[in-house]
């Protein structure tokens, strides 16, 4: 997740145009994604990533690197927390997406003690909400 150096994640009404994505933020981004089987969206990222990711695969013009982010996106498994959407969408380009209402602490417990890749939490709202039910990210949590 990209903070600024005072913790914030976005600026007024979600701006995220502070964020730099170059060359090097991409590459970094192939190598997370490729450590990672499961994706964790609040509503508002699911939809940005959904609205944006399914179509540049599908673009010719979409570099090399971004083709490679929205193949590695759209095969790993995605779960989507929300209360307000009343279902989730698999496309050919937004496959393995699942809808929970709300987090539920024993059920990430048990996603983080499965074998497999890394969990990557995708929205800064759920990371806070992670914090406050006591998930911590370190693999030596029990």
Same mark, same amino acid.
């Not at 939809?47 to 695969?57: I, R, S, T, V």
């Not at 800064?124 to 029990?142: N, Y």
């Given at each position: ?102 987090? !539920? ?12 890749? !890394?969990?990557?939490v995708g929205t800064? !709202? ?17």
């Open positions: 997740m990209t903070l600024s150096l005072d913790g914030y994640f976005e600026g007024l009404n979600h701006d995220l145009s502070w964020h730099n994505v170059n060359d090097e933020f991409n590459k970094f981004a192939i190598e997370q994604l490729r450590e990672t089987g499961l994706i964790l969206f609040g509503r508002r990222t699911h939809q940005l990533m959904e609205g944006f990711w399914p179509k540049a695969a599908l673009d010719p013009e979409t570099s090399p690197d971004n083709q490679e982010i929205a193949r590695l996106i759209n095969n790993a498994e995605k779960i989507v927390f929300s209360r307000t959407l009343d279902s989730v969408r698999e496309t050919e380009n937004w496959r393995n997406v699942k809808l929970r209402r709300k987090v !539920d602490p024993v059920e990430i417990r048990r996603l983080k003690e499965m074998p497999g890749k !890394d969990i990557w800064s !709202d759920l990371a806070v909400s992670f914090i406050k039910e006591g998930l911590r990210s370190t693999s030596s949590d029990s």
